[in-house]
């Protein structure tokens, strides 16, 4: 199965802790998108990253929150000093070029603070 | 007002019955227009990926793209039980930075 891995698919966390969350892309693929789905809402976007570049992180509070997309291995959500607010779902998608207007999600990685 | 419109439902029809969804939108500029579909606990699925106006089909699902009413629909045809899910409409406009912009979807339930 090539598509858009991510891990681990469920987190529990206590305040003040630390989460990961990485994401591999689809074979091919080089642009990777991370979105933060809570329970009974939409999609909301947070980060758009090509190789060892931020693109876009306009939807990524500014404190806690950072993302990175190196040159080798997956991308990395990572959420410092979680707190309860941050329990959610966060989905990566890939697509394969700049403008193609096709996006593929993973499976999503639960995050739990207790 | 939002980008993209969509009216979250609930929506349950019966088995084999046609169901509509659909979203509007404000950007001119979309020109990539996207359905997904939702399974509870689940990644949202490319269902449908239509570029700029008129029709597409895929088996029992039509995706129409109206860019004079800033208006898209989803068909979906003999309906069955598992098409029970949230359907997300998205879109995106090129030279935008690669933003796309999603509903807030649409919760379908087809009762057997």
């Known amino acids: 199965n090539a598509g858009v891995m991510q891990n681990p698919r469920h987190l529990v966390r206590r305040r003040g802790q630390e989460a990961r969350l990485r994401c591999s892309p689809m074979?091919?693929?080089?642009?990777v998108y991370w979105y933060r789905q809570l329970p009974e809402e939409g999609l909301k976007f947070m980060v758009y990253?090509?190789?060892?570049?931020?693109?876009?992180e306009s939807g990524m509070p500014k404190e806690r929150f950072s993302a990175e997309f190196p040159k080798e291995g997956p991308s990395i959500l990572r959420i410092q000093q979680v707190v309860r607010g941050d329990s959610a779902a966060y989905f990566c998608?890939?697509?394969?070029?700049?403008?193609?207007?096709?996006?593929?999600f993973g499976e999503g990685s639960r995050l739990t603070v207790l | 007002q939002k980008e993209v419109e969509q009216d979250p439902g609930p929506l349950s029809v019966p088995e084999g019955a046609i169901v509509s969804l659909n979203c509007t939108y404000s950007?001119?500029?979309?020109?990539?227009f996207m359905w997904y579909r939702q399974y509870s606990r689940k990644g949202p699925e490319l269902l449908m990926y239509?570029?700029?106006?008129g029709n597409k089909e895929d088996g029992r699902f039509t995706a129409q793209v109206d860019k004079s009413s800033k208006y898209i629909s989803l068909f979906i045809r003999d309906s069955q039980p598992s098409d029970s899910a949230t359907y997300l409409c998205?879109?995106?406009?090129?030279?935008?930075?690669?933003?796309?912009?999603f509903g807030t979807g649409t919760s379908l339930t087809v009762i057997p």
């Open positions: 990253l090509q190789k060892e570049n931020i693109i876009d």
């Open positions: 074979k091919g693929h080089s642009h």
């Open positions: 998205a879109m995106s406009a090129p030279n935008t930075g690669n933003q796309f912009y």
């Open positions: 998608a890939s697509s394969p070029q700049t403008g193609s207007g096709e996006l593929f």
């Open positions: 239509t570029y700029s106006s």
């Open positions: 950007n001119s500029a979309f020109q990539y």
